[in-house]
């Protein structure tokens, strides 16, 4: 077997995604950023039916974030009635799919005809077990983590846990994030070429597999996936671990001193 021997029985069991790109690809067509958002869901849905195929439970995608209430209001209002207007055209063929909608982030900021249509999906979806899909919303990593030491904190002053419980517990934060039931992402695919996280899922990424591809969300399809994924094959996941191929290198180098 060569040292390129894939290290990684099993597929990624969650992968992340942040879909960037809608606005490039849409110039680049002659189009509006908003046509750029329509063929942005429709790249999700593929990726989504391509994800069940894979074997893929869990599927976090970076749908609309704190920072994007700055763009222009027309831009935001376009995306606001997309989003009410996807759930309405694929909610219940994601739930046909066995799809359970997890939504993530701060949607009272939504509107409220956007939210209603995103709870009703939810409570539609909720005993779908094939693929979880978690859409950050209104969301940040950074919102996150505060929003969850200010559950933390609630709970000390009401007595029903101790501070000092929470200080002896290196993971003490994770039962107050958003995704406290959902494994840890394994894989995070970036598309549109830009090499950063932009404040998603900070704290779960800690030991996550990055993968960056010039690809726009828009062109992403099932064979940019399998790339992702064949290079998450490829790699040799070690949490901070030396494991026993490592240990016996190790020695062999040291025997040659």
């Not at 990684?8 to 950023?33: C, E, F, K």
């Not at 979880?132 to 559950?151: C, D, K, M, Q």
């Not at 002896?168 to 406290?180: G, W």
């Not at 990424?205 to 994924?229: M, R, S």
């Amino acid at each position: 077997m060569t040292s390129k021997q894939v290290y990684t029985q099993l597929g990624p069991r969650h992968v992340a995604i942040i879909m960037d790109g809608n606005g490039r690809w849409a110039v680049r067509q002659g189009m509006s950023r908003s046509k750029g958002h329509f063929a942005g869901v429709e790249a999700l849905h593929r990726t989504v039916a391509e994800a069940i195929k894979q074997g893929v439970k869990y599927l976090s995608v970076y749908a609309f974030s704190s920072e994007n209430w700055q763009r222009p209001s027309e831009e935001v209002e376009a995306l606001m009635i997309l989003m009410a207007e996807s759930l309405d055209t694929y909610a219940e063929e994601l739930s046909a799919q066995g799809v359970r909608i997890f939504p993530i982030g701060d949607i009272m900021r939504l509107p409220e005809s956007t939210r209603r249509k995103l709870l009703d999906a939810v409570s539609k979806t909720a005993n779908n077990d094939i693929l979880t899909l978690i859409v950050g919303l209104s969301y940040s990593a950074r919102w996150e983590i505060n929003h969850a030491l200010h559950s933390a904190v609630q709970e000390i002053e009401s007595g029903k846990v101790k501070i000092s419980t929470l200080l002896s517990n290196a993971n003490a934060i994770e039962p107050y994030l958003s995704t406290k039931d959902i494994p840890d992402p394994d894989l995070l695919i970036r598309t549109g070429g830009e090499l950063r996280i932009s404040n998603f899922l900070l704290y779960q990424l800690a030991y996550t597999e990055l993968f960056f591809t010039e690809t726009l969300w828009p062109d992403f399809d099932a064979c940019d996936l399998q790339e992702a994924l064949d290079s998450y094959a490829l790699r040799h996941r070690r949490f901070g671990r030396i494991d026993t191929k490592d240990n016996n290198d190790l020695k062999e180098e040291l025997d040659c001193l």
